[in-house]
């Protein structure tokens, strides 16, 4: 009896109840951790109210009346739009102020469309924060994990959490990865998203079966998040219209006006479109032109040294097999210091990293050695029965961020800054620059209460700063659900509706209601511009009259992404948008002969050979379709009669195009047929059929036939006349049998010859690469926190 008391005592009980307590609370937390995902409405199963955003041509009279109308002049001329210049239109506009952008090419158009896809606060940059004792890298991680939740909340449809994996090849990694990790987790605190957990081998491999084995001890997995970063522009863009602003692409401004006290007033503005120019009024200008803010600064002051050092960020996409739907992989330590992220993306798989200095260009192309070397990092992680092939490169881009040093700082460039720079010159120009898409809001936030300051505006403003809780357009009335109703109303395919309620929210229902019926028994609605991807004509027509897409490249690049994953369809698609916007905005022969050649020079910085082949025009109205049967039937004869084609653009032979295949049709069995004719039997097989004297001639033939191999140093003459391949050099040769592991070898199969084969038109066709003995880079404490 006295030992029952002295455990049931009131300090043993008290001790249970603070356990039970705490095992309450903790399961509570548990329970209700995780991604806060909207709650689903009656209202999602309904399209919205409608809305549609006023013309291009309107904005246009908007921004010519304000120099003729003094009660017209707007309180902020924003020059940029990107995802910094649009969010500072966002916040501007929903404070009360009167304002107006301008983007020289389209929004998004630069640094904005060719983002790594996520929104992370940075893990790499912790690392960093910990290993120095580094506390502005630890404010930055900070800021950008507060940051993270927002941009889920305000754009629930466009953002989405994201599991990477860290795999790990030495056991000590582990506990140093999870601790990591787990401070990462720490830092986000209620606004965590997930927590990161170990995994072992086997789950390791069982969610990424692609991952090499070899060495693998387990691996890492932590949540960050990812987004169609163009759309995003386009939805912060859109939700600024609807809130007052007035924006217009393809608007240059060609020079900057000062009043008497040498303050900017004003601006001159070019339409690129139709070359014509007018004066804007504004009481303040702000620069958010990215990589290209130096060229705003010269003309505000004619004296100014460039303060910006752009970073290129290099992106190939992958096909979907590199990597699974729903999980990415982070490789932190590669050949060369850098990080490479490893993603699947609207589909297909995107690889590439960030942060080496670049040259400052309009329409940058990612490098050939640059995409080689994405493809090695990408094999070392890979399986060995996984052929990283060059032909599965679907697209390539570089994209430019602005790395900035303080123009009020001293020592010019050397002081690189680590997240962005507000910076007033004494002729007011307001200059916004660098950061990441992560923290745009932030910045956008701290932009406009600098120019509220600077410009005299606080009799202006409404309200505060209230972008923490402004859902951009298209999220009122859209859930995970949504597309179910899409199907039911419009008839659509599973993948259409879902890709449609994913990168439009509710808008979605706006841009079903411009599609036309397929003809079809199913689906009803939604004809396709490629029957591989999800996009539809509708989106064509629902980006001109409601997105403000004025080009082909806008919408094959920036309102659809088909430009960024698959640059070859791209541009066999584009002669079907240029004839759906032909009819929407009235294009002539002649401008819709340029839009094709404009969207070919746009996608050779995509990927595309400058010498691939031109689609041709889609024929338009009686005439055209009569000239175009009578030239198909002309060079029809031309070609039956052996005339030849004369040059003409319709006879250009195609350029050096990667295949997703090794082989073309056919090329195969030629070789096998190659392969026969060259091969002789194996010594060992040879030998074992003629001391074997019971051996039947059948069984003889049987072995020859089976055990068939080609030596090795006969290779290249056998493959010398053979088309395709002739004029291959010794050292293509030398590098695919060391690649393939055959260096050693004497002699190869025919499963072998073939083998090789395919390796060698991948070598041999390959574009080439610079004498690069260095690859430099910026390093971590420079970069602000990648794209």
Known sequence: MSAIRRVLNRRTLAYAALATGAGAGGGYYYLNSGPAYPP???????????????????????????????????????????????????????????????????????????????????????????????????????????????????????SHMLPIMLPIYKYWQVPYYWMGCKMYDVLAGKENMESSYVMSKGKALETFPMLKSNGLVGAIVYYDGQHNDSRMNVALIMTAVKHGAIVANHCEVTDLHKNSEGKLDGARVKDALTGKEWNVK???????????????????????????????????????????????????????????????????????????????????????????????????????????????????????????????????????????????????????????????????????????????????????????????????????????????????????????????????????????PTGEAWPLHGIRLNRNYPYIEAEVRYAVRHEYAQTAVDVLARRTRLAFLNSRTALAAAPRVVDIMASELGWSRARRAAELRAVHTFLCSMGIPADAPLPALLPRGALEHAWDGAWRLGTGALALVGLGTGGGAWARGPGVMYSRARYDAGEVEALRELFARHAHVAPEAAGGAASDEKA????????????????????????????????????????????????????????????????????????????????????????????
């Open 40 to 158: 689903s409405t009656l209202q999602s199963r309904r399209p919205p109210p409608p809305w549609t955003p006023p013309s291009r041509e309107a904005m246009l009279e908007q921004l010519r009346a304000s120099a003729l109308d003094p009660n017209a002049e707007f309180d902020l001329l924003i020059v940029g739009g990107g995802a910094t210049g649009a969010g500072v239109a966002v916040d501007a506009a929903t404070r009360g102020l009167r304002v107006a952008l301008v983007e020289r090419d389209d929004f998004s158009a630069g640094t904005s469309s060719k983002s790594t896809k996520l929104v992370h606060g940075g893990v790499r940059y912790l690392q960093k924060a910990v290993l120095e004792l580094d506390y502005e890298q630890y404010k930055l991680v900070r800021e950008a994990l507060h940051e993270r939740r927002i941009f889920l909340h305000t754009a629930p449809y466009l």
């Open 696 to 787: 039947t001639a059948a069984a003889a033939t049987a072995v020859e036939e089976q055990e068939k191999v080609i030596r090795k140093e006969e290779l290249r003459d056998v493959l010398g006349g053979f088309p395709g391949y002739e004029g291959i050099p010794p050292a293509d040769y030398e590098y695919v049998l060391e690649e393939a592991g055959f260096a050693q070898r004497r002699d190869l199969d025919l499963d072998e010859f073939i083998e090789i084969c395919g390796s060698l038109k991948e070598v041999a066709f390959a574009p080439p690469v610079s004498n690069k003995v260095e690859r430099k880079r910026i390093p971590v404490e420079k970069s602000g926190g990648g794209v």
């Open 282 to 516: 504004a009481k303040g200008i702000i620069n958010a032109t990215g990589p290209f803010s130096d060229t705003l600064l010269t003309l505000d002051n004619p004296a100014h040294k460039p303060v910006v050092q752009p970073s290129a960020g290099i992106h190939i996409t992958l096909p979907n097999y590199y990597a699974p739907r729903t999980m990415g992989l982070l490789d932190p330590a590669t050949s060369d210091g850098r990080v490479i992220f490893f993603l699947p993306w609207q589909g297909n798989t995107i690889a590439g990293t960030t942060d080496s200095p670049a040259p400052l260009e309009a329409a940058p192309r990612a490098g050939e050695d640059d995409i080689r070397w994405v493809l090695e990092e990408v094999r070392r992680y890979l399986a060995p029965d996984i052929t990283v092939r060059r032909g599965d490169v679907l697209s390539a881009w570089s994209g430019l961020r602005p790395l900035v040093s303080d123009p009020a700082a001293q020592g010019g460039t050397a002081g690189l800054v680590r997240n962005h720079v507000v910076h007033l010159s004494p002729g007011g120009l307001l200059t916004i620059a660098g950061g990441k898409w992560t923290t745009y809001r932030a910045m956008a936030e701290e932009t406009v209460d600098a120019a509220v300051k600077a410009f005299g505006l606080e009799s202006r403003v409404k309200n505060g700063c209230v972008t923490e809780d402004v859902r951009l357009v298209g999220s009122d009335a859209w859930s995970r659900n949504m597309f179910i109703g899409l199907i039911q109303r419009f008839g659509l395919e599973t993948d259409v509706a879902k890709y449609l309620s994913d990168n439009y929210g509710d808008r979605a229902w706006t841009v079903c209601s411009l599609s036309h």
